[in-house]
């Protein structure tokens, strides 16, 4: 997976795809932030906990559900 200046609503769709988890953005103000990150085969909670920190926002990781939140 590959990440260029793509939007965070997007990253999401893609990683629902990709991992057939559902990921979803507590706050639509959240879509619009981008991602520049390659992943390679990692575990969805480590790219997601990988997401939120270079985007610095919040992240909660459940079985098969991710869910990116505002900084606390």
């Known amino acids: 997976l590959v990440f260029r200046g793509t939007p965070l609503s997007a990253v999401a769709r893609t990683l629902e795809r990709w991992y057939d988890a559902e990921v979803a953005?507590?706050?639509t103000a959240l879509a619009a932030r981008r991602l520049d990150a390659a992943f390679d085969g990692?575990?969805?909670p480590r790219?997601?906990?990988?997401i939120a920190a270079a985007l610095e926002i919040?992240?909660?990781v459940d079985?098969?559900?991710?869910?990116?939140?505002?900084p606390e």
Do not use: C, S
């Open 63 to 70: 079985a098969q559900r991710v869910t990116f939140t505002h």
């Open 25 to 27: 953005l507590a706050d």
């Open 47 to 50: 790219v997601a906990r990988t």
């Open 58 to 60: 919040g992240v909660q």
């Open 42 to 44: 990692e575990p969805l």
